[in-house]
């Protein structure tokens, strides 16, 4: 199992950006996928998971500001991330459980203000 993610960067408070994972080595339409950020110094935490069903969760500071989505014929999963904030900066990770949890490398989302 291999979990490539991409798309993080620098970019201004109230700015966009996409981020995607592209996964391989599993039955992608299968798994849950999720997204997870780690700031410096903090613990890593959840930011949003979609089912295979497509149902989506999300943690309470980003509601209404990040939307998951995945494309199964790509075996990619996507975090829109949309008026973002300085406290969104922190390294993003996909993750999917596939017999044990897989992680991939992390991609560094800056925010400044």
């Known amino acids: 199992v291999q979990l490539q993610a991409s798309g993080g960067g620098l970019v201004q408070a109230g700015g966009s950006l996409r981020l995607s994972c592209a996964a391989s080595?599993?039955?992608?339409?299968?798994?849950?996928m999720g997204w997870y950020r780690q700031a410096p110094g903090r613990q890593r935490e959840l930011v949003a998971t979609i089912t295979s069903a497509g149902s989506t969760n999300y943690a309470d500071s980003v509601k209404g500001r990040f939307t998951i989505s995945r494309d199964n014929a790509k075996n990619t999963v996507y975090l829109q991330m949309n008026s973002l904030k300085p406290e969104d900066t922190a390294v993003y990770y996909c993750?999917?459980?596939?017999?044990?949890?897989?992680w991939g490398q992390g991609t560094q989302v800056t925010v400044s203000s």
């Open positions: 993750k999917t459980f596939w017999g044990h949890e897989w």
């Open positions: 080595g599993m039955l992608f339409s299968k798994v849950t």
